[in-house]
């Protein structure tokens, strides 16, 4: 099974995905390509101010448990719930009472407050909030009940119902902070934001299943112990779950764990960051508030410097190395509390962490990272094998099905509490869906005071002298000579046509001495200590995977793979510069033979694919794949004219869509009596590119 690691190597926007428009030209070959690729773009969907499905739910959760009791009924019996007006001070404050499990208390008994402006039906809530000190009047004699409610003040009575004091754990004024990070909420509330009588009930739900501070038992669980709830209520509501230790949500997971998991960039230098570039990014996560964190040791090997990028967008120097494993792949570096901004963190959040023994099959998992670069992104899956070993040497792994992506090395595998359970690490290219981690076991019991060692020093140590000592291919300047330094002998060397030069060493040789797959890894270091990035992986003539590594200051790509020639495999480095095309033969489907392979071509696997409409088939592709194979998108444009090679037709169907509202493109050959169609489509938030293949006739 051929396993990827992620460490990603290419820049990309800030919405994730380059606009793909190149300049159109006369002839429909270039329109058509143009018109597929600009329809691989992300969608940016606003939350919009009605009230939706998630706060009519929580309304009438909330109305089963007896805790939200409407504004009148319909016709036909059922609630009121008025969700999409602004709250009222009276409204929230009662909802405050509930949630502590005091009405019956507020209600039985006699409050003396300074207001004279309070409505009779409301007295006791405010009596026993003002009484407890949970609330002030707007004015000496006012408590101003009628005036609405912003997210901050009811946010503050919610969090005070669960233990936490807007004198010590938060600032009452921005009270979304502390929520945000518990995961009640998830950035949709500030100073300024829209509120209504919905988003109060989407707080109070997800309330219920949040432990109260300083104890392991849920808001849900204490107001069942008091009898503010009862037991057949929590049942008809299907919350018995949460009378347990709480499983949050993957909107509380997302809050509570994402300010902890970090973006990082590593350099080829120590000096002049600011203006360097990034040889390549990755993930890691910090555990400990004094900026301890953890991230594959492939992210950071051969580098010799590094930056953290934490959610708030505040850069932090990777300072020292604590402890690394090359074998386990991982490391445990420290990072700077001082930003490159000069301000000064006091404490870092961090995730709790859990070792293997924790972990069974079936568990549901979360895994946030920086995939293709895209920060604090966060993926769900279950647990596919607690302890998967590759082969008989292999370490084992926490096999997932949450998909990861280029880039999300280094980042975080949490369990259903949000507690990191594994480091995100690789996949399984000849596989679907098989996706690795790294156990955390090894550094449970690491002693995270310790100094470690600078973290340029661990270049030094591990490969100072490795580059100078290298020879250069005599007619190739800037390229390391791959067989002087394995001390083999090519059998072919020979320039081509368009200047590209190639060197094939026999792998009989090669094995002599060690594996290929070391020698491949051995010259890619040596690629990287010479400017040179990994841009992608893809798929020769003859089945193998190659590996391209570029240089954009050079303009040289190298290209490394195993061929067969006449019989016998080679090891084949083949140096181009930036604008030779990928050296892939060019196969058909397997079960299409008369249609390229774009999976192949391109050098991605598909997402999905099956039977379509009962005579076609249809293959998937994620867009973070295609783009990591190439951020310019040229292998998309090539496919595109590659259709037109292979005999097929660019039909003039202008303004067909699909489902998602996305142009469609299609092909016909009626030599072969096929019709193609090609689309961008939208599955659980992920863009892909969809090709489907028809018979015709």
Not at 544 to 560: A, F, H, I, P, Q
Request: aromatic share 10%; glycine share 10%.
């Amino acid at each position: 099974m051929e396993i990827n690691c992620f460490r990603h190597c290419v820049k990309i926007n800030e919405q994730g995905i380059r606009d793909f428009s190149p300049s159109g030209g006369p002839d429909m070959k270039k329109r058509a390509a143009a018109i597929i690729c600009v329809i691989l773009v992300f969608f940016i969907f606003q939350p919009a101010f009605a009230a939706g499905n998630d706060a009519f739910q929580s309304a009438n959760t909330l109305y089963t448990l007896g805790l939200f009791k409407g504004t009148g009924t319909n016709s036909d019996g059922t609630p009121v719930y008025d969700l999409d007006r602004a709250p009222s001070r009276y409204e929230a404050i009662t909802m405050l009472v509930r949630l502590l499990g005091k009405e019956n208390e507020a209600q039985s008994g006699n409050w003396n407050t300074p207001f004279r402006d309070v409505a009779p039906w409301a007295a006791p809530y405010v009596g026993y909030a003002y009484a407890n000190g949970l609330t002030q009047g707007t004015g000496a004699a006012a408590f101003g009940g009628n005036e609405t409610v912003m997210a901050s003040q009811y946010l503050t009575f919610v969090l005070r119902a669960l233990g936490y004091s807007s004198e010590t754990d938060f600032a009452w004024n921005k009270a979304w902070e502390l929520s945000d990070k518990l995961g009640l909420t998830n950035r949709e509330h500030n100073g300024t934001s829209h509120f209504s009588r919905g988003d109060i009930a989407v707080i109070s739900c997800d309330a219920l299943s949040q432990v109260k501070k300083g104890s392991d038992i849920t808001l849900l669980s204490s107001l069942l112990a008091s009898g503010a709830v009862q037991s057949d209520r929590v049942e008809a509501a299907g919350l018995s779950g949460l009378l347990h230790r709480a499983s949050l949500t993957a909107k509380q997971v997302a809050g509570k764990a994402s300010p902890a998991v970090f973006y990082i960039e590593v350099y080829n230098t120590d000096t002049g960051l600011g203006e360097a570039a990034p040889i390549a990014s990755g993930s890691g996560f910090f555990i400990s508030a004094e900026g301890v964190a953890v991230t594959n040791y492939h992210v950071i090997d051969r580098t010799k410097a590094a930056i953290a990028t934490t959610t708030d967008g505040s850069e932090y120097r990777i300072e020292d190395v604590i402890y690394y494993n090359a074998d386990r792949d991982i490391a445990v570096v420290r990072v700077s509390r001082e930003a490159l901004s000069g301000n000064f963190i006091k404490a870092f959040p961090y995730l709790s962490m859990m070792d293997s023994s924790t972990v069974s099959n079936g568990d549901v998992v979360y895994a946030i990272g920086s995939p293709l670069g895209l920060q604090n992104s966060i993926t769900d899956g279950i647990v596919s094998n607690r302890s998967r070993t590759l082969s008989e040497d292999s370490l084992p792994f926490i096999q997932i099905s949450a998909p990861i992506s280029t880039g999300s090395s280094g980042g975080a595998l949490l369990n259903e509490y949000g507690e990191a359970i594994g480091i995100t690490s690789a996949v399984s290219l000849s596989g679907q869906n098989v996706n690795l981690a790294v156990p955390l076991d090894t550094i449970m019991d690491l002693d995270l005071t310790t100094k470690g060692i600078p973290y340029a020093k661990i270049y030094e140590g591990e490969y100072k002298g490795t580059v100078s000592s290298v020879a250069e291919y005599p007619d190739v300047s800037d390229v390391p000579d791959f067989g002087a330094y394995f001390g083999i002998k090519e059998k072919y060397h020979d320039a081509l046509e368009n200047g590209s030069v190639f060197y094939d060493y026999p792998v009989k040789e090669i094995t002599g001495k060690r594996s290929v797959d070391q020698c491949m890894d051995q010259y890619s270091g040596l690629l990287i200590d010479r400017g040179f990035s990994y841009m992608y992986y893809y798929t020769n003539s003859d089945g193998n995977t190659g590996y391209r590594y570029s240089n954009s200051e050079l303009r040289k790509s190298v290209y490394m793979d195993e061929v067969i020639v006449e019989g016998q495999a080679y090891l084949e480095i083949l140096i181009t510069d930036d604008t030779a095309k990928l050296p892939v033969s060019i196969v058909g489907y397997q079960e299409a033979q008369g249609v390229p392979d774009f999976g192949k071509y391109a050098g991605v696997g598909y997402y999905a694919y099956g039977t379509y409409d009962e005579k076609g088939l249809y293959y998937d592709y994620l867009a973070y794949d295609i783009l990591a194979v190439d951020p310019e998108g040229q292998v998309v444009l090539d496919y595109s004219d590659l259709l037109l090679d292979w005999g097929f037709t660019l039909s003039d169907l202008s303004g067909l869509k699909n489902d998602d509202g996305n142009t469609v493109i299609v092909y016909t050959n009626s030599k072969a009596k096929l019709q193609i169609t090609m689309s961008v489509i939208v599955e659980d938030g992920l863009g892909m590119l969809e090709i489907i293949i028809l018979p015709l006739g």
